[in-house]
């Protein structure tokens, strides 16, 4: 069967299958499957399984589960609690300071799990009921949760930047060393939104003065939360950056150090360490198999020379190599719509990579500004994943229009955050570059 026909058989069986919201796993491989077939019959389906090999055995792919294994224990050992007791008692007296308090706590939690769903479900159960008894108005209180909460994409160490890193064959240590500037720099960004609204509208937050003020020594007392969380971030970033161990044996450091960060707080038990390790499993076989279904896909879409035909028809068209990169941009948006991070990476990557090459961008400031284009997708409506975070744990009369409304000024910041770099790109790399300076 002709090649072509088949490439227009896996792209349209792609779309009809994602609208219809199978599974994203099965739709690839069935997809690869059925295409191996057809283009070269059943013996040829040896090829599919030994072009998948290399990825089910892959070290770099131990980091996963290492990762996820790491962020569970932390969410069920109290240090989250902990982190926002300290925080709610430092910001009482600052305009906007819950708000401002929940953005840094999630760009702690960031740098201690790198998954974006506890740090969302973490928020919307501490922090949300404790913005609106507060007077908080609910779509602010909504948005800073919803995008403080995906600063686990971008802020090392993120099981999105790892798969990026993995899927683009580029340095996992470089990917998370890139994503620490831009991360911060988006943190601060929603601070300084959060502060300036309400300093524009103090409406919007309760009075300062009208907060109680503890003692100076209660408030010192409370920022011991923060040992724990540090040394949870040394551990893993110190470990990375010094030479002392790759991305993927940090990982291992990290689940030591939420171990013991457990039993610190006295929360660590065999059906504690049970229960973390089933979600582990769990979220671990999801991403593989999404992992070995698009290796698959690509395998067979690029042998169709579906790659060549979209690389070449990029370098004949006559357009500005950054109106190539926008619209690469909102393809990831909108399939942000659909998809989770994990399968627009599996799928697009390897697509786009060659593309970013021939226009002479760099992979690693490109990995970047994939990873705050999936934080766009995370909170665009209506199908944006933290909004329905959120929803499960939305208290009564607060409805998900809402929410809708409170994501709205911090997409138009995301936005706003990856021109600037798109636009300065040093902000991206100066410091991958310097870490591997340093490191000669």
Same mark, same amino acid.
């Given at each position: 069967?002709?090649?072509?026909?088949?490439?227009?058989?896996?792209?349209?069986?792609?779309?009809?299958?994602?609208?219809?919201?199978?599974?994203?796993?099965?739709?690839?491989?069935?997809?690869?499957?059925?295409?191996?077939?057809?283009?070269?019959?059943?013996?040829?389906?040896?090829?599919?399984?030994?072009?998948?090999?290399?990825?089910?055995?892959?070290?770099?792919?131990?980091?996963?589960?290492?990762?996820?294994?790491?962020?569970?224990?932390?969410?069920?050992?109290?240090?989250?609690?902990?982190?926002?007791?300290?925080?709610?008692?430092?910001?009482?007296?600052?305009?906007?300071?819950?708000?401002?308090?929940?953005?840094?706590?999630?760009?702690?939690? %960031? =740098?201690?799990?790198?998954?974006?769903? *506890?740090?969302? /479900?973490?928020?919307?159960?501490?922090?949300?009921?404790? !913005? #609106? $008894?507060?007077?908080?108005?609910?779509?602010?209180?909504?948005?800073?949760?919803?995008?403080?909460?995906?600063?686990?994409?971008?802020?090392?160490?993120?099981?999105?930047?790892?798969?990026?890193?993995?899927?683009?064959?580029?340095?996992?240590?470089?990917?998370?060393?890139?994503?620490?500037?831009?991360?911060?720099?988006?943190?601060?960004?929603?601070?300084?939104?959060?502060?300036?609204?309400?300093?524009?509208?103090?409406?919007?937050?309760?009075?300062?003065?009208?907060?109680?003020?503890?003692?100076?020594?209660?408030?010192?007392?409370?920022?011991?939360?923060?040992?724990?969380?540090?040394?949870?971030?040394?551990?893993?970033?110190?470990?990375?950056?010094?030479?002392?161990?790759?991305?993927?044996?940090? %990982? =291992?450091?990290?689940?030591?150090?939420? *171990?013991?960060? /457990?039993?610190?707080?006295?929360?660590?038990?065999?059906? !504690? #360490? $049970?229960?973390?390790?089933?979600?582990?499993?769990?979220?671990?076989?999801?991403?593989?198999?999404?992992?070995?279904?698009?290796?698959?896909?690509?395998?067979?879409?690029?042998?169709?020379?579906?790659?060549?035909?979209?690389?070449?028809?990029?370098?004949?068209?006559?357009?500005?190599?950054?109106?190539?990169?926008?619209?690469?941009?909102?393809?990831?948006?909108?399939?942000?719509?659909?998809?989770?991070?994990?399968?627009?990476?599996?799928?697009?990557?390897?697509?786009?990579?060659?593309?970013?090459?021939?226009?002479?961008?760099?992979?690693?400031?490109?990995?970047?500004?994939?990873?705050?284009?999936?934080?766009?997708?995370?909170?665009?409506?209506?199908?944006?994943?933290?909004?329905?975070?959120?929803?499960?744990?939305?208290?009564?009369?607060?409805?998900?229009?809402?929410?809708?409304?409170?994501?709205?000024?911090?997409?138009?910041?995301?936005?706003?955050?990856?021109?600037?770099?798109?636009?300065?790109?040093?902000?991206?790399?100066?410091?991958?570059?310097?870490?591997?300076?340093?490191?000669?």
């Amino acid at each position: 069967m002709e090649s072509s026909f088949v490439l227009l058989f896996m792209l349209t069986s792609l779309i009809a299958f994602m609208l219809s919201g199978a599974g994203l796993a099965f739709v690839l491989g069935a997809i690869a499957f059925i295409s191996t077939i057809l283009l070269w019959g059943p013996s040829a389906l040896i090829v599919a399984v030994l072009n998948t090999f290399e990825t089910m055995t892959s070290e770099s792919l131990m980091a996963i589960p290492l990762y996820v294994l790491m962020a569970s224990i932390l969410q069920k050992s109290a240090i989250i609690d902990a982190l926002y007791d300290a925080m709610e008692t430092w910001s009482a007296r600052l305009n906007g300071g819950l708000a401002v308090g929940t953005i840094i706590i999630c760009t702690i939690l %960031a =740098a201690m799990t790198g998954v974006v769903g *506890a740090a969302v /479900a973490a928020m919307g159960i501490l922090a949300l009921p404790s !913005m #609106l $008894s507060r007077g908080y108005h609910p779509p602010l209180a909504l948005g800073a949760i919803c995008a403080g909460g995906t600063l686990g994409i971008l802020i090392p160490p993120s099981v999105v930047t790892i798969v990026y890193a993995i899927t683009a064959q580029i340095s996992i240590g470089q990917m998370f060393a890139a994503g620490i500037v831009p991360g911060l720099i988006l943190a601060g960004s929603y601070i300084a939104y959060i502060l300036i609204r309400t300093w524009i509208n103090p409406t919007l937050a309760p009075n300062p003065d009208d907060m109680e003020d503890l003692p100076l020594g209660e408030k010192l007392a409370k920022l011991k939360s923060l040992i724990l969380p540090a040394f949870v971030v040394l551990g893993v970033l110190g470990s990375i950056y010094t030479g002392i161990a790759t991305p993927t044996e940090a %990982a =291992a450091v990290g689940v030591l150090g939420a *171990a013991i960060s /457990a039993m610190v707080t006295r929360r660590l038990s065999f059906t !504690m #360490l $049970s229960g973390a390790a089933t979600e582990t499993l769990r979220v671990t076989a999801m991403i593989l198999w999404i992992t070995i279904g698009a290796r698959a896909f690509i395998s067979v879409f690029v042998a169709t020379g579906g790659a060549d035909s979209i690389l070449g028809f990029v370098e004949g068209f006559e357009a500005s190599r950054w109106v190539i990169l926008g619209v690469m941009v909102l393809v990831l948006i909108f399939l942000g719509l659909f998809l989770d991070e994990i399968g627009i990476i599996l799928l697009c990557v390897p697509v786009f990579l060659p593309i970013i090459t021939t226009l002479d961008f760099d992979p690693l400031w490109f990995g970047v500004l994939f990873m705050i284009t999936a934080q766009m997708a995370y909170i665009t409506p209506p199908f944006g994943y933290t909004l329905f975070y959120l929803k499960g744990v939305l208290p009564e009369g607060i409805g998900i229009g809402q929410v809708y409304r409170g994501v709205i000024p911090f997409f138009l910041i995301q936005v706003a955050v990856l021109i600037l770099f798109a636009v300065f790109p040093d902000l991206v790399t100066w410091l991958p570059e310097a870490l591997s300076q340093v490191g000669k």
